[in-house]
C-alpha cells in the first residue's frame, strides 16, 4: 500500500524558507520520479514540481522557477521541497506524490506565508 506522509509545513514570513519532506513506502522510490503539488484555498491542486529521473533533471512551475528546489535521498526514502524566498501567493497546503500520480494521496502540510 502506498503510503505518503508530508511534514515541515508551517508559519513564515515572506521571504522566508522552509524545507518540507515526504516519507514515501509501498513502492519502488529509488526507480519513481516524484512530485510536489499544493492546494490553495479555494483553488484546485496544482502541479510544483517533479523530478524527471530519465533526463536526470526537474520541472517547476514558473510561479516557483528560481526559488524551490526538489530533491530524493533514495537511501531514507524521503523526499524533499526547498522553499526560499517565500511569498504570500505560496501559501496552501503541499502534497507529495509519484509522478505521474498515485491515486493515494497523504494528509499534506500547510505552508502559510504572512507577515
Known amino acids: 500500500q502506498v503510503q505518503l506522509v508530508e511534514s515541515g509545513g508551517g508559519l513564515v514570513q515572506p521571504g522566508g524558507s522552509l524545507r518540507l519532506s515526504c516519507a514515501a513506502s509501498?513502492?519502488?522510490?529509488?526507480?519513481?520520479?516524484m512530485s510536489w503539488y499544493r492546494q490553495a484555498p479555494g483553488k484546485e491542486r496544482e502541479l510544483v514540481a517533479h523530478?524527471?529521473?530519465?533526463?536526470?533533471?526537474?520541472n517547476y512551475a514558473d510561479s516557483v522557477k528560481g526559488r524551490f528546489t526538489i530533491s530524493k535521498d533514495n537511501a531514507k526514502k524521503t523526499m524533499y521541497l526547498q522553499m526560499n524566498s517565500l511569498k504570500p501567493e505560496d501559501t496552501a497546503v503541499y502534497y507529495c506524490?509519484?509522478?505521474?500520480?498515485?491515486?493515494?494521496w497523504g494528509q499534506g502540510t500547510q505552508v502559510t506565508v504572512s507577515s
Open positions: 523530478t524527471i529521473r530519465a533526463g536526470g533533471s526537474t
Open positions: 509501498g513502492f519502488n522510490f529509488r526507480t519513481y520520479d
Open positions: 506524490n509519484a509522478y505521474p500520480a498515485f491515486p493515494d
